[in-house]
T-cell receptor, first 113, second 116 residues
Framework: GDSVTQMEGPVTLSEEAFLTINCTYTATGYPSLFWYVQYPGEGLQLLLKATKADDKGSNKGFEATYRKETTSFHLEKGSVQVSDSAVYFCALSDGTSYGKLTFGQGTILTVHP | SAVISQKPSRDICQRGTSLTIQCQVDSQVTMMFWYRQQPGQSLTLIATANQGSEATYESGFVIDKFPISRPNLTFSTLTVSNMSPEDSSIYLC?????????????FGPGTRLTVL
């Protein structure tokens, strides 16, 4: 079945540091890929998405590129802020089951001033 | 986008009891989903709830334990029955777009359940 694997956390960075959170996936067919973010005490929010190979999703300074050859969708940000502290989830939708998402285990990011 | 509310936001329950969680959406949607997020873990889909039909459950989840209602296009409930401490989790509802190719889901704030 489909699966998503994220890098182990937690990740702790200083403000303005470069962020990478690795995400790889296993899926049949051509999945859509997503990054969701969960800020403390809040629900999940869609951060960015990509629906086909080589697409780049971007939002709020975050970027991720859909790499079919390496089955990856790594999340990057050039300069993190304290307000980016949250849990980040990589997810995929297989495109055949309406709306069904498979999530990675989540990565806790803490950014210090 | 869709605005989703859930009730209750949190509850502490006794073993053997049941809790019904409500999910209200500010617009009519076809697809509604219920997820569970166990402590320190990721989200797992429990079931898909479509209006006018029975819910479709994922492997490991059964209707007797997690009965779902979907009476109209803006509302759904999930009941956690005969609870045990292992049911302590955050339960989230979400709604999705129609097209699976351009799938985007919007999540409610979640219901934090603690079973003693």
């Amino acid at each position: 079945g489909d699966s998503v694997t994220q890098m182990e956390g937690p990740v702790t960075l200083s403000e303005e540091a470069f962020l990478t959170i690795n995400c790889t996936y296993t899926a049949t067919g051509y999945p859509s890929l997503f990054w969701y973010v969960q800020y403390p005490g809040e629900g999940l929010q869609l951060l960015l998405k990509a629906t086909k190979a080589d697409d780049k999703g971007s939002n709020k300074g975050f970027e991720a590129t859909y790499r079919k050859e390496t089955t990856s969708f790594h999340l990057e940000k050039g300069s993190v802020q304290v307000s980016d502290s949250a849990v980040y989830f990589c997810a995929l939708s297989d495109g055949t089951s309406y709306g069904k998402l498979t999530f990675g285990q989540g990565t806790i990011l803490t950014v210090h001033p | 986008s869709a605005v989703i509310s859930q009730k209750p936001s949190r509850d502490i329950c006794q073993r053997g009891t049941s809790l019904t969680i409500q999910c209200q959406v500010d617009s009519q949607v076809t697809m509604m989903f219920w997820y569970r997020q166990q402590p320190g873990q990721s989200l797992t889909l429990i079931a898909t709830a479509n209006q006018g039909s029975e819910a479709t459950y994922e492997s490991g989840f059964v209707i007797d334990k997690f009965p779902i209602s979907r009476p109209n296009l803006t509302f759904s409930t999930l009941t956690v029955s005969n609870m045990s401490p292992e049911d302590s989790s955050i339960y989230l509802c979400s709604v999705g777009t129609v097209s699976p190719r351009d799938n985007e889901q919007f999540f409610g704030p979640g219901t934090r359940l603690t079973v003693l």
